[in-house]
């Protein structure tokens, strides 16, 4: 069988749907999962942005905003190739919890423009996904930080070590505790892992940052084990 027809014929048992909107997709093709009207609300971060936190700034380019993260942070700076806004959550959930691989590419593709238009490849020795605790691997649930890695270390052409920093302590997800308790939430959750860091400029990734703690508990392990220098990318920005 031919792909398209293949195509048409997946298309009569699942006619494609927005993972947006919902919606049923008009004149589809397999690998479209957004329609129109939803890859329109995407918003990609560009000049417009705290150069410290990577947020959306609505007054221009500015080098502290609100949104800063308000504790002492360990690395440089961080940035974030879009908002954390529909259809952006709901792609991103089925990312996470159902490990889509056809949202994959689409995520992917804003992953790495982003990537392009904040960092440079020269900057980096290596690149560190968030650790998931090893339950949660056990229970089979995705890590998108390490897939968001793999797919950069690809086009850079350079390490990725996913053993550099462990998580030895079960965390909530950070959205879903009050601001006051995040910081404790966090804070020892990450030791030195098996594979060295020592003197490396490291790219630290992760799919969505809210207050930028994660990064900062991460990044705190990753200077004990010996790494010179820790800027944050991640794919989506909440807030
Ligand atoms: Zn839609
Ligand atoms: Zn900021």
Known sequence: ???????????????????????????????????????????????????????????????????????????????????????I?????????????????????????GADRFLNPRDFDAIVPIPLHWWRGFRREYNQAELLADALGKVWNIPVLPKAAKRVRMTLPQSQIPGRYRERNIQGAFSPGPESVTGMRVLLVDDVMTTGQTLAGCSVALFQAGAKRVVGYTLARRG
């Open 1 to 87: 069988m031919s792909s398209t027809l293949l195509e048409s014929a997946l298309n009569l048992v699942f006619p494609p749907t927005c993972c947006g909107c919902g919606e049923r997709i008009e004149t589809p093709k397999i690998e479209v999962f957004v329609c129109a009207t939803c890859a329109d609300k995407i918003k990609l971060l560009g000049q417009s942005i705290c150069s410290r936190c990577g947020s959306a700034s609505a007054e221009g380019p500015v080098s502290q905003c609100a949104k800063c993260p308000h504790f002492e942070t360990c690395y440089s700076f961080s940035r974030s190739a879009c908002s954390y806004t529909s259809p």
């Open 89 to 113: 959550r709901e792609l991103i959930h089925e990312f996470k919890f159902q490990g889509s691989r056809r949202v994959r590419p689409f995520l992917y593709e804003i992953f790495l423009k």
